[in-house]
């Protein structure tokens, strides 16, 4: 079974349990039945409801009641979502029984929740929480609780501590330094990350351990341990998709693309509905030269999400960089994509500019006032997208509206300025308009753009990096 920090989140609060032992029954029966009420629909997570029944309940008198009430409520909050709320009655219910340590590690760990969901400083309550003296079990149940929380607020390094000290007192538990493996991870720092994912494997080996092994020797820059571990985690856990994915990048990152295609291929098959490897099955088609099967996997991968970004953006991105003309039905996905995805960043700005290919293949302009509008939307959409900027000068130029082109293509070369072909149109512009000093200073930075790409090794390199940044994000 994976491990995650997630898998944390079966503990619940620990401490914000809705009944206590020794209660005292609240002074009316009307009370009682109600907050039992309560009681039953927090149990089953119908928190909106639990909320409602306990409204107008009055806060008991006496001591045990009185903790109960404001621990049951606490609970509900919880579940609601109002961390502030509920640590304020965990508070409540702890100054009443200073002496029980439980309830003040409870009331802490409430507190810290809501810290970290407002962004506050935690380490006054962190403080607090380490210094308790509770049993070994009970320490183990806080250390982990505190843990999770802290690394659902990314708050890794704290969260790394209280790992390691839980790790300690239960030191034959796989998930533990799985999880101080990750948060490690997180923070960067690879030969501990990596040292507690050993210990893990070492005491019950999982698809998810040896994933994560390999991203850690990925990053120590060891690409045949990561492939050995991306492939033990595949053999461990062949239904686990990510794990295929993980190992197919790790191989096109290193540009071993036969290998990756294979993968993505037996991947493909295993998953028929998943839209990312067809995505990265799509790219490495096109990396090895293969357009029309890119062109097709990635269409096939639109048809199975119609409303997917990514894919439509490889779609559009290929197709502008192919040297075969666009595919017709292409073309029409990704307009299609831009008109019921007006405010995507990249949707018309794909579209005008694989109409604007069309058309100058063609010679036919009939469709140059649908263009420049899409273009100029694109702008509007996302002005400090290259995409739009570059798209938009080219049509400019084409339509031979010189100074307009001018202004689109400096933003463009700006936005992106290794681009050989955005500093070539530049200068043709400016030597349309007899701007010949500027039209040589362009000449001269597209030979250096090109001179940096002039190598196939460096170019492809370059694009296998700038797809698969597109990819993780």
């Known amino acids: 079974m994976p491990w995650s920090f997630l898998s944390l989140a079966c503990l619940g609060y620990l401490f914000l349990a809705a009944t206590c032992s020794a209660q005292t029954p609240p002074t009316t029966a009307h009370a009682a039945a109600s907050l039992e009420q309560a009681r039953e629909l927090a149990r089953a997570h119908r928190y909106s409801e639990a909320a409602a029944a306990m409204r107008g309940v009055a806060l008991p008198r006496d001591p045990g009641p009185r903790i109960a009430f404001f621990r049951l409520r606490a609970s509900i909050e919880s579940g609601l979502g109002h961390s502030t709320a509920a640590a304020t009655d965990m508070e409540a219910a702890a100054k009443l029984a200073p002496q029980n340590a439980e309830l003040q590690v409870a009331a802490a760990l ?148 036969d290998a990756a295609i294979v993968v993505l291929e037996q991947a493909a098959d295993l998953f028929p509905q998943s839209v990312r490897i067809r995505i990265l099955l799509g790219i490495s088609y096109f990396l090895v030269d293969r357009s029309s099967d890119s062109i097709r996997t990635l269409l096939d991968a639109v048809r ?23 595919d017709p039905v292409a073309v029409t996905q990704i307009c299609t994509f831009a008109d019921t995805h007006p405010r995507d960043k990249s949707g018309n700005a794909l579209c005008g500019g694989v109409l604007l290919r069309v058309a100058e293949e063609s010679g036919n302009d009939s469709r140059k006032v649908e263009i420049l509008r899409r273009l100029r939307n694109a702008v509007q959409v996302a002005p400090d997208e290259a995409l739009a900027r570059c798209q938009l000068g080219k049509t400019l130029e084409w339509l031979q509206q010189w100074p307009q082109a001018r202004t689109q293509l400096e933003k463009c070369v700006l936005l992106s300025p290794d681009s050989p072909e955005g500093h070539y149109r530049l200068a043709r512009v400016y030597r349309r308009l007899g701007l010949t000093d500027l039209s040589t200073e362009q000449t001269n930075l597209q030979q250096r753009a090109a001179k940096k790409q002039s190598e196939e090794s460096t170019h492809r390199t370059n694009t296998v990096s700038r797809f698969l940044v597109l990819l993780d994000h």
Request: hydrophobic share 45%.
């Open 110 to 257: 409430a507190r810290l929740e809501s810290q970290v969901e407002a962004k506050v400083d935690p380490s006054a309550t962190l403080k607090l929480l380490r210094g308790v003296s509770l049993p070994a079990a009970l320490q183990l149940d806080v250390r982990l609780r505190s843990a999770e929380i802290l690394s659902r607020a990314n708050l890794f390094d704290q969260a790394a501590d209280d790992f390691a000290e839980a790790s300690q007192l239960a030191p034959y538990r796989a998930d533990i330094l799985f999880n101080l493996a990750l948060a490690r991870y997180r923070l960067g720092v690879w030969d501990a990350a990596r040292e507690s994912a050993e210990r893990s494997k070492a005491l019950e080996d999982s698809g998810s351990t040896e994933s994560l092994l390999g991203d850690i020797e990925e990053k120590q820059g060891d690409a045949l341990a990561a492939v050995r571990s991306y492939q033990a985690a595949v053999k461990l856990e062949p239904g686990v998709e990510q794990h295929r994915l993980a190992l197919a990048t790790e191989l096109l990152k290193h540009q071993t693309f």
């Open 304 to 326: 199975l999400d119609t409303n997917d970004a990514l894919a439509l953006r490889y779609l559009g991105e290929i197709t502008l960089q192919d040297s075969a003309s666009p």
